[in-house]
């Protein structure tokens, strides 16, 4: 049907090209076309009755249904459609792509996620447990959706650098802790010592 569709729209417009047709009369006959299909479309739906299931498939309870095949984090985008007044799809508004995933799916560690939540500040929903991203940024929808990736790469990638911050921050902090313990740092000069007059005297 959606063959005949394309093919009937195809041939009026090669009509149109040819001065066969004018442009108001082609768009009159398309759209009585389209009608005429949908009618058509409708008879074959009711003749065919309900749509059957098998009785005898029993579903698997522990399977959201919802979900998409494969792994990792499952993105839920949020996308809208305006159209403009005299039929024009284009719209500002159109353009604009929100982006939401669960935070606990990214596998992040305990430092980790709060370096995240230190990034994104409020687009981080703690009761939902749930990251949104936003992107209005290109003209069009899709370059908008690469933005949103990126922009959720990125700041996996940086909230991945905590463990080793957290380490550095530790390591610094004992170190600290020591060099103000004249008992140790004697005890640690006195040892160097010895080791540099081993190596020096065989």
């Excluded at 309870?61 to 949020?78: S, T, V």
């Amino acid at each position: 049907m959606k063959k005949k569709v394309e093919e009937r729209f195809n041939e009026l417009g090669d009509m149109c090209e040819r001065g066969e047709l004018e442009v108001e009369e082609a768009y009159e006959q398309f759209k009585e076309f389209e009608d005429q299909m949908v009618m058509e479309y409708g008879k074959m739906m009711e003749a065919e009755g309900p749509p059957k299931f098998d009785e005898m498939a029993v579903p698997d309870l522990k399977k959201n249904l919802d979900d998409p095949p494969g792994e990792g984090p499952i993105l839920r985008w949020q996308t809208r459609a305006v159209f403009a007044p005299g039929g024009d799809a284009w719209h500002p508004k159109n353009r604009k792509v929100k982006m939401s995933v669960t935070v606990k799916e990214l596998g992040l560690s305990k430092h980790q996620f709060r370096r995240l939540r230190e990034l994104v500040g409020k687009r981080y929903h703690p009761g939902k447990d749930e990251l949104t991203i936003t992107s209005e940024r290109f003209e069009h929808r899709e370059e908008n959706r690469k933005d949103c990736l990126r922009t959720l790469f990125s700041l996996i990638e940086e909230a991945g650098k905590a463990n080793k911050m957290v380490e550095e921050a530790r390591t610094k902090y004992v170190k600290n802790r020591l060099r103000a313990n004249p008992a140790f740092m004697e005890r640690l000069r006195s040892k160097t010592m010895k080791l540099q007059e081993s190596t020096t005297f065989p």
